[in-house]
């Protein structure tokens, strides 16, 4: 009984040095911020392998391109734009994961899909805003 606790404790360690490492390095190679003369970014990692880039631009829109909490190569991802920098989604452009060779599946935009697609828009909304408060214009 206590070798099969022992070797149950042992893949559990396995278990959680494999996740931390997945998650270290997700943190490692995402959390940066790049300030360049047209637009700045800032990175984060959320969950173990996915993250935020956040993108202003020197015109005053805005990019928020999410990667899903399981990777991008897996699974599709967004891109919430922001093109006239009022703080509400313009567009929301979805693509495949690398598996579909990250083919385009889809684009909303607000003048036309924002009553068919409500939900989406506004939680897009909330997180841009959220966003916008978290990282300040710098000028």
């Not at 509400?88 to 083919?103: A, F, H, T, Y």
């Amino acid at each position: 009984m206590k070798d099969r606790l022992d070797m149950i404790g042992l893949y559990l360690a396995i278990i959680a040095v494999a996740l931390g490492g997945t998650r270290g390095c997700n943190m490692l190679f995402n959390n940066r911020s790049l300030d360049k003369p047209a637009y700045h970014i800032e990175s984060y990692s959320t969950g173990l392998t996915g993250h935020i880039e956040f993108t202003r631009y020197f015109d005053g829109s805005i990019d928020v391109k999410e990667y899903p909490g399981l990777g991008h190569r897996l699974f599709d991802s967004e891109l919430h734009q922001d093109i006239n920098g009022d703080g509400l989604v313009d567009r929301i452009r979805k693509n495949g994961s690398e598996l579909k060779m990250n083919q385009l599946s889809e684009i909303l935009v607000r003048e036309t899909d924002y009553q068919t697609n409500k939900k989406r828009f506004d939680k897009a909304d909330t997180q841009l805003q959220d966003l916008i408060t978290k990282y300040p214009s710098k000028k």
